[in-house]
């Protein structure tokens, strides 16, 4: 059984692993993904804080620049990509991102599920037929919140977009999902749910009627989520009741239209990049989703991990800096000057003290020695003709020298031993998934807020 990372000692590997990188053999070529002509859609998953969008984002700077017409769709509802951007702000259409270097452009947009589930209506039915469906509260509910919505808009979107062929590269930001395999199930649960089996069952109790139909509805709406709850029974009945009667022609459209683009998924032309931190349970979410996309025969790329930490020093282990730093503490206890703690205890006529071979002979014991002396009896009274008492050093409670070296040896024996876990977790991931090529981004020291951050970014995701 492979040991957990996090029980792992690190003590004795904290030199070797965090110097060593990662295999060739395993490196990802980003610049050879984005440059294959080949190559049209790009996704990024992964779990919940992990760095999709930046990566996304990196991505597709990192493609116009090199020469291709780019478009990221992203579902972030932290709008940093508009910020990085520089975008006022982004919607349901594409933006086109200024200063972007090179012969290349991006474009850039975020998913508005409600409109895009409107534009399906609109581009479905007739303008009468339209209104009445976008008007009616039972649809209000489901295009605005319904589980499982985002993402079936999410692949709507990429399926138009896709369909258009007006960029030659699209760049996908999953949706910010509880689980990143909801990405992946979402959109056929909702194509399930809208192909009209489950509703037209709900008509039934229009029909039936009484305290027969109020017990169907019941165990009908034990099956949905609360943004059905919300309604009333009877208004519920009613407004299903016009909602299908409405969009009757559509139910098999949506189921279509998710299959196609689930399909789309499984083309060549499509390469998913599982974003993961170097840490377990990040790893843990990564390898459970690389499983996932080998059973949906999904066509993985490459592992992204983000966040890597490093060291200018890594040839210092941490166990050498702590002992350095330990070294340097002792050496403060021992090696005080000239032994003034026996020279304050003495008796002035210790001969001990006057000994030549003693060293707590110093400065201070003259000094105070001439205080004393019959011309100047009083210790405290510096003489007339002594000068007045200078300002405080002020140096004066400030750390030595020893004490930083100390202090910066042992927040160096610090990031030695995260540098370790984070080579154990890594190679730990590896080995089991010994196939799955690997792009480490060093972790840069600030957050991302402009296309000089992205920059940085796709750089480090190139090597």
Excluded at 5 to 14: E, H, L, Q
Excluded at 252 to 274: E, H, K, M, N
């Amino acid at each position: 059984m492979t040991p957990d990372p996090a029980r792992t000692s690190d003590t004795g590997r904290a030199s070797d692993d965090a110097a060593r990188p990662l295999d060739p053999v395993r490196a990802l070529d980003v610049d050879a993904l984005l440059d294959d002509p080949k190559t049209r859609i790009v996704v990024c998953c992964g779990s919940g804080g992990v760095g999709k969008t930046t990566t996304a984002a990196a991505l597709g700077l990192r493609a116009a620049e090199r020469g291709r017409k780019v478009v990221v769709l992203t579902i972030d509802p932290a709008r940093r990509l508009a910020q990085s951007m520089g975008i006022d702000q982004l919607d349901n259409v594409p933006r086109r991102v200024k200063d972007v270097e090179g012969d290349g452009e991006l474009h850039a947009m975020m998913l508005d599920m409600k409109r895009t589930f409107d534009e399906i209506v609109e581009a479905h039915a007739d303008k009468e037929r339209a209104a009445a469906i976008l008007g009616n509260p039972f649809y209000q509910s489901l295009s605005a919140g319904f589980a499982g919505t985002q993402e079936y808009m999410a692949m709507e979107k990429l399926g138009q977009l896709r369909s258009r062929d007006e960029w030659d590269l699209i760049v996908v930001d999953t949706p910010p999902s509880r689980s990143a395999l909801d990405f992946l199930d979402a959109p056929k649960r909702l194509g399930s749910f809208l192909d009209g089996k489950l509703i037209r069952l709900l008509m039934a109790p229009a029909k039936v009627g009484g305290r027969a139909g109020m017990k169907f509805l019941n165990v009908g709406m034990s099956m949905m989520t609360g943004a059905l709850g919300k309604l009333l029974g009877g208004q519920l009945l009613r407004d299903v009741q016009t909602f299908v009667a409405a969009m009757d022609t559509m139910f098999g459209g949506f189921r279509t239209r998710a299959d196609a683009t689930y399909r789309l998924l499984q083309a060549p032309g499509t390469a998913f990049l599982v974003v993961a931190s170097p840490e377990r349970d990040a790893l843990r979410e990564a390898a459970y989703f690389v499983e996932r996309l080998a059973a949906d025969d999904m066509p993985l790329a490459g592992l992204v991990l983000n966040r890597v930490h490093g060291s200018g020093a890594a040839q210092l282990s941490a166990e050498r800096a702590l002992a350095a730093a330990e070294n340097l503490d002792e050496s403060r206890i021992v090696d005080q000057e000239d032994g003034k703690v026996g020279v304050r205890n003495a008796p002035v006529g210790d001969p001990v003290r006057n000994s030549p071979s003693n060293p707590g002979t110093s400065e201070a014991l003259r000094t105070s020695e001439a205080a004393r002396s019959p011309e100047n009896p009083d210790p405290d009274d510096p003489g007339p003709s002594d000068p007045e008492p200078s300002d405080p050093d002020p140096s004066a409670g400030r750390p030595s020298v020893e004490q930083l070296t100390a202090g910066l040896l042992r927040l160096h024996a610090e990031r030695m031993r995260l540098l370790a876990r984070e080579q154990h977790t890594r190679d730990r991931f590896t080995a089991l998934h010994p196939e799955v090529a690997v792009a480490e981004v060093a972790a840069l020291p600030g957050d991302v807020h402009d296309l000089a951050g992205l920059r940085a970014i796709g750089e480090r995701l190139a090597g």
